[in-house]
């Protein structure tokens, strides 16, 4: 069974930083593609940051590009966000979810609950 | 960046109901759209991908259609667990740049 477990989310003040970590189970990890998907409260989805299965290849969304940093350690099936900067606007819940595809964002086929981010002084 | 617009925006309905959600890009997108159910408190799970192509374990009340520009899901015989909120979600974009709709919220009635 494919598990996607989050953690990391809390509270932290504009301009802060957070870590967030993501343990996979349950299928071949360095053969998909990873993706953090966000929604802030009362919006839609968004999508934040891809990284491909052997983790050579990083996109990110305008909005947390340059803030942002999506790293994968293959040996430890863990997929990290690293956050920087965070405005109000960065308060989401935040998905750790698997792509269908390797290298490229195909269809988002398993998700996990979500942790939540609160940026707020 | 590709625009993705759903409509409506929200939709009551009854338990039995044939309902169609539609979404439209701002350009060709082929066929690369994927349709996401989304209830409170849980994850979003992937229905349909490819714009028809119905997940394995998806019910058969479920169906999408589509190309180009213009999309549609339509649940034939609403069930009480399909009242949720829908996401159309394109994935066409090179480099990757995956935009969803809105969303729309499908209530009881």
């Known amino acids: 069974e494919v598990q996607l477990v989050e953690s990391g989310g809390g509270l932290v003040q504009p301009g802060g930083s957070l870590r967030l970590s993501c343990a996979a189970s349950g299928f071949s990890f360095n053969d998909f593609g990873l993706s953090w998907v966000r929604q802030a409260p009362g919006k839609g989805l968004e999508w934040v940051s891809f990284i491909s299965g052997r983790g050579d290849n990083t996109y990110y969304a305008d909005s947390v590009k340059g803030r942002v940093t999506i790293s994968r350690d293959n040996s430890k099936n863990t997929l990290v966000l690293q956050m920087r900067s965070l405005r109000v606007e960065d308060a989401a819940i935040y998905y750790c979810?698997?792509?269908?595809?390797?290298?490229?964002?195909?269809?988002?086929?398993?998700w996990g609950q979500g942790t939540l981010v609160t940026v707020s002084s | 960046e590709i625009q993705m617009t759903q409509s409506p925006s929200s939709l009551s309905a009854y338990v039995g109901d044939r309902v169609t959600i539609t979404c439209r890009a701002s350009q060709s997108i082929t066929t690369f759209l994927n349709w996401y159910q989304h209830r409170p408190g849980e994850a979003p799970k992937l229905l349909i991908y490819?714009?028809?192509t119905l997940r394995s374990g998806v019910p058969s009340r479920f169906s999408g259609s589509g190309y180009g520009t213009d999309f549609t899901l339509t649940i034939s015989s609403l069930q009480p667990e399909d009242f949720a909120t829908y996401y159309c979600q394109q994935s066409y974009s090179t480099p990757p740049e995956p935009t969803f709709g809105q969303g729309t919220k499908l209530e009881i009635k």
């Open positions: 979810v698997r792509d269908r595809m390797e290298t490229r964002v195909d269809r988002f086929d398993y």
């Open positions: 490819a714009a028809s």
